[in-house]
Every structure is written in C-alpha cells, then in structure tokens.
C-alpha cells in the first residue's frame, strides 16, 4: 500500500445540542479530515483533537502543523505491507496521537478498500452489531436532564452516561434514578475532582453505578489507584490512558478496573487493537468512548467496536444526536433494540457526501510525496 497524497482539510460543523462537560459548553465541532490515496483508491480518517486544548494537550491547529511538516512528509511515498506498520514507523514524532490516528486510520480504511473487504474485518472484528449507548452532557436543570435521559431510553439506547462536576453530580444521579429505576448508569467527570474528594465520590457508591470515568487528573494513575481503594464504583480511565503502558501500568497499580478505548487518543487503530489485546489479557473489559465525531469517525468506530473485548455498551450513537445532515448519507442510526449494524462494503463502508465536505471545509492543502 503506496501513500501518493495526502489532503488535509479544517471542517467545521454546527452541533445539534449543545455539548457541556466538566471543561465547557461547545455548540460546534472544528475537526480535521484526512484523505490518503493510493492504487487508485482512497482512505479517510477524521482527527479527533478539539478547537481547545481542555479535554486534551492537542487541538486542530497543532494537528494540522504536525500532519502537514512531520507527518505527511514521513509517510508520503512510502510503501506499507500493513496498515499497523504506520503507528510504530512515526515513533520518532513523540506524543501528538491524535494526530497520528487521523492518517493511521485513514491507512486502514485505505488497505480495506484496496482489499476489498470491510474495516472490521482486517482489525479482527468479530461482531456485526454493535451496543450503543450515549452520553448525555450537563444540562440547565435537573428537568432538562430527565427530559433527555427519557428521550433517549425511548430510543433504545443500552446505557446511559451523564457528565458530572462538582455541583452537578449527585442530585443529578439521584433525578436519574429516582425517575428511571435500575437503568444501566455511569457517569463522566473529566478529571474533574482530587483525591480529597474521595468522600464525596464514596457517596455515588449507593446508586449503583456500572463505573466512574476519569474522577482524576487528565495524566494521573496513582491517585486512581488510591481512590480506587476508598470507594465501591468501579473507575474507568479515559484521558489517563494514552499508550498501552501506561494501560498496563493503571491495571497492575488498580487505578482502574475498565478501559475507554478512544484511537485518537492512543494513536489510531493499530495501538486501540494492542490496547483491547492487552486488555482482555487481563479480563478488564474496555468500551469505545466518543468524540462527537462525524459520520467519519463515527464510523471507524463501529468498525473497532466490533473486536470481541469491547463488551460494554460505548459512546457510539446515531448521527442525529450530533449533525444534521451527517457528512455521510445515510446516517448512522441506532436500531429500537439499541444496536448498530456494522457497515458490510469495502473500507469504511459509508458514503461520504463531497458536496457537504466541500462546504463545511474552511482550509484545505494537498500534500504530495518529494
Ligand atoms: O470524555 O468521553 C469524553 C466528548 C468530547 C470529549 C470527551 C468526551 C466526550 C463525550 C461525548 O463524552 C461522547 C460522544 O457522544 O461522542
Ligand atoms: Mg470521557
């Protein structure tokens, strides 16, 4: 598989709802698009790093300078076997995984097309439906939240995570329950607390939550090993987890009990299989987590979603929870029983609208091998 060009576009996209965790409140989603061609045939991959750097280090300018002086330049003319030779062939770059993922996940959807096979199963899929649930941001009022929480259970959803923050997090658990009953719950902090808040977070015990994610610290597993210790839920890390060390580390010191599997943020495809492998080796289960992606990315997750240790429910919903239009036509949608079908064409197995690309796109440079 040849890389002959790589195209680099900023999109940007109007959300339906507002989106509100720990760090803000976005009403729109600035995202980059990678299309990688080679043999004729052409491979898409959506970077998942945000406008700011608040969820994480990288944002959709430092993307953009990474992809187009080290990235592109590193890979353009290069011949690979496998897709999962990009990762460890750009080690020399430290860090900036997300934007990594954008072209590694563009190789793979490259290589599945030029096989002609879908996405899943050169990744090693082994379902053709996946589990959906949602995640529902910090709303206005506690009303507002059931109003949304009921919406989506109406729609089949199989769990429910809502964002939490100090002064929006037990009374907002205890509307869920108390309107709802036994509903698969979770919730998402954002690594909005410390480690003097155990006691409080103790407090989330009774409602029987299937896990807390990131309680901690963006970069911290010591203190989730700590925590761990004082209270009951089970913690899941996110923004903790950015290589497959560390996630080894994190099982071994008990920081963490269940893994967010998200490929932007450990360097696409190739490292989110290592991440799930090493995962199960250890019986942690692992889901794949969410970044208000376009139909794109959504995509490529419901592609990764498919590996057999992905047994939770993830954050992968219908595209009308986020864009309308969605850039691929038809959207994804979520069947009554709250399961996505694996998309079965070549690749992605999606189509991608040029006309609404074109228009959302506000810069675009192609990139060519010499
Ligand atoms: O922490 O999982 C998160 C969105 C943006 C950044 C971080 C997160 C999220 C979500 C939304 O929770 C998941 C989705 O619906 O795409
Ligand atoms: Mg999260």
Request: net charge negative.
């Amino acid at each position: 598989m040849r890389i002959e060009r790589l195209e680099l576009r900023l999109l940007r996209l109007p959300l339906v709802h507002f989106f509100e965790t720990s760090f803000g409140r976005v009403f729109d989603r600035t995202f980059l698009l990678v299309t990688l061609e080679g043999g004729g045939e052409v491979g898409y991959g959506e970077c998942v790093a945000e406008a700011n750097p608040y969820y994480s280090s990288e944002t959709t300018e430092t993307a953009w300078h990474l992809i187009e002086a080290f990235i592109a330049p590193a890979v353009l003319g290069v011949d690979f076997a496998h897709p999962r030779e990009v990762f460890p062939f750009l080690r020399r770059i430290r860090g900036h995984n997300m934007a990594k993922a954008a072209v590694e996940m563009a190789a793979w959807d490259l290589f599945a097309r030029q096989q002609g096979v879908p996405l899943s199963q050169v990744l090693g899929g082994t379902r053709t439906e996946i589990a959906s649930g949602v995640s529902i941001g910090i709303q206005d009022s506690l009303d507002q939240l059931a109003d949304k929480v009921e919406t989506e259970l109406a729609a089949g959803y199989r769990r429910i995570k809502i964002k939490i923050k100090p002064g929006w997090d037990l009374a907002a658990v205890e509307t869920v329950r108390s309107r709802f009953g036994a509903v698969p719950l979770m919730v998402d902090a954002n690594a909005a607390y410390a480690l003097g808040d155990a006691a409080h977070l103790a407090a989330l015990d009774r409602f029987d939550l299937m896990m807390i994610e990131q309680p901690l610290d963006y970069d911290d597993v010591a203190d989730h090993a700590r925590l761990q210790r004082q209270i009951a839920t089970p913690i899941c890390l996110d923004e903790s987890i950015h290589t497959v060390k560390i996630a080894e580390e994190a099982i071994h010191a008990g920081a963490c009990r269940i893994i967010n599997i998200k490929p932007g943020r450990v360097g696409g495809h190739g490292e989110s299989i290592r991440l799930h492998d090493l995962c199960a080796s250890h019986d942690v289960p692992v889901w794949h987590g969410g970044m208000l992606e376009s139909g794109i990315g959504r995509a490529h997750n419901i592609h990764l979603s498919s590996l057999p240790n992905f047994s939770l429910p993830g954050d992968v919903a219908a595209s009308k929870r986020y864009y309308v239009p969605d850039l691929i036509d038809p959207p994804i949608e979520v069947r009554p029983d709250g399961t996505i079908p694996v998309p079965k064409g070549p690749g992605l197995g999606v189509t991608i609208v040029g006309d609404r690309v074109s228009r959302a796109t506000e810069r675009a440079v192609m990139l060519r091998a010499g």
